[in-house]
């Protein structure tokens, strides 16, 4: 049996290894960053166990989910769960081969209500970049934050917490030193309004991809904040469309905790609010960007000369799936699959509501 030697590391088996915590806040430290990394390595499927009460943060989440890791929850009186999908368990490792989720299997703490919930405004974007030209990354998480919060982000780096001053030139080198190892970056912002991005970036046949995933807490409550949350979504894409060569992005609302981290609960499904589809995307669509917006609505973004488009989808209340459907339906489904394979970050965003609709 392959295993790994680590200081975190509580228990084993065939092809898995697994940690436990009871944290309130579990994160992606300098230990479980190391741990994650070397149980890939070693081929093995790590398992996080938590309390029913501690959240994991984004960027924790996201490499938990790249090396195929799972979150499972102790109860305090009744077993395990499943994280994402609140699956009954009776170990841990158990949630290997879980079944998927039914009314039937699903641990009630699961669908248990929040004391606190806020509008968040999701987003994942691909950007492509040339290598024969000069290449600054971090621009779209710049952007984010600045849009979220009025001003660059506070801090960022590897691992959490996150300590170094913002600086994308920085980013951009160490990035450059890793090739062709993808890089994984998070960048936070400062002040009241929680605002965080993660930045991976990988290296393609044609130069560089950057993925940047925002999330950001919506201020107000009701309509108000509904529509800010729909007006935000719009411009972070419109943003995003000015930054380097933009492949394909969606934003969405969300409902989440407060500060931005991942509880073990069910959560109401994201409703798409924009979609872009840059200039990169718009040639591997093999369309004409005007007469495509005649059809079905939108706008031109980013440059003049090769621009994007930018749909409105729907809004907090409802309709953006519906309308999404329709827009993808009229593109050229073998072309639009070879997009959505160039950007699997943004395919997985579009399939994950596949599962409740």
Known sequence: ????????????????????????????????????????????????????????TQPLAQVLSAVQGHWVVRTRTDGFYEARTGVRLAAPVDALTADPPTPENVHPLFVRAQVASTLQVVATISTRHRVSRPVRLGGVAEAAVALFTGTEPAAWGAIEPLLAPWDRDDLTERSRRRIPLDSHWVAVGGG??????????????????????VWAAVPGVGREAGATATGEARELLARAATVGL????????????????????????????????????????????????????????????????????????????????????????????????????????????????
């Not at 930045?199 to 393609?204: A, H, L, M, S």
């Open 1 to 56: 049996m392959s295993t790994v030697a680590h200081p975190l590391l509580d228990a084993a088996g065939p092809g898995w290894a697994g940690t436990e915590t009871r944290a309130p806040i579990v994160a992606l430290t300098t230990g479980m960053s190391d741990f994650l990394h070397k149980t890939a390595g070693q081929g093995l499927r790590p398992i996080i166990v938590s309390s029913e009460f501690s959240r994991l």
């Open 192 to 213: 009241e309004r929680a605002a965080l991005a993660t930045v991976q970036v990988g290296r393609t046949n044609e130069g560089l991809e950057e993925t940047t995933r």
């Open 246 to 357: 933009p492949l394909i992005g969606i934003a969405f609302a969300a409902i989440g905790a407060p500060d931005l981290a991942r509880r073990a609960t069910a959560s109401p499904q994201p409703e798409p609010l924009a979609l872009l589809i840059g200039p990169v995307g718009i040639r591997a669509l093999g369309i004409d960007a005007k007469r495509w917006i005649d059809e079905v609505g939108g706008a031109t973004v980013g440059s003049p000369r090769l621009p994007g488009v930018l749909l409105p989808l729907g809004s907090v209340d409802g309709g953006g799936w519906t309308r999404l459907d329709d827009v993808l339906r009229t593109l050229d489904p073998e072309r639009l699959g070879e997009l959505l394979n160039l950007a699997p970050h943004v395919r997985a965003q579009l399939r994950e509501p596949e599962r409740t609709r």
